[in-house]
């Protein structure tokens, strides 16, 4: 083979593997920022969820205080998320280990995000959502972290709950587990579920 023949095989063997090597890297970039989209989508839809259910909750205090606020929880959560689930087109929902309803319980693949989310706040680490990807779905999650002395009313210890709240509490979840929380505790999770398109 001469010389020339070597010089052609090199050049053609180096500009394959700089092809390859180029067509791999926007792979990696696409699902590096396709997480990246889903992050701020999901963060913006869970912000738009947290303010909507903030304001109604904060007026049902208002108007009746905190055993009050408790009928709204129980009659409207749910269809206000689902009002919203159905605006951005995918699935809403708070889930936690220490639910209040039932339907609100964290499933196996949402206690693995739960436990990372209860270490990093554990260890000062500051938390930052999280998508896991499924065959036919992507799973954001971003943590809920008690932050207002209200929220105490319903979720805190005993000396912090509202007596006429601890009642209407006992009576609408009797196997309520969404109590003896201080602030900073990590109360649970929004969970938003997109398809895949």
Known sequence: MSRK???LMGCMLLMFIVV???QKAPQNESSSDTEVNYIALGDSISLAAQQGLMKQLM???ESGGPEY???FCSERAIPITDSLSNKYECEIKRVALRNRNPDN???TEDKVVYDDFAEGLASGSALQPQVVEQEKAMLFYKPIVLGMP???KCHGKPDDLDP????AIQSRYPN???VDFSLGELRGMWRITFSKQ
């Open 5 to 7: 023949n070597y010089i």
């Open 176 to 178: 309520d587990k969404a």
């Open 105 to 107: 319980a964290v499933t």
């Open 164 to 167: 006429n709240a601890l009642t």
């Open 59 to 61: 007026m049902a205090m």
């Open 69 to 71: 606020a408790v009928n």
């Open 150 to 152: 209200a929220c105490l």
């Open 20 to 22: 390859s090597c180029t």
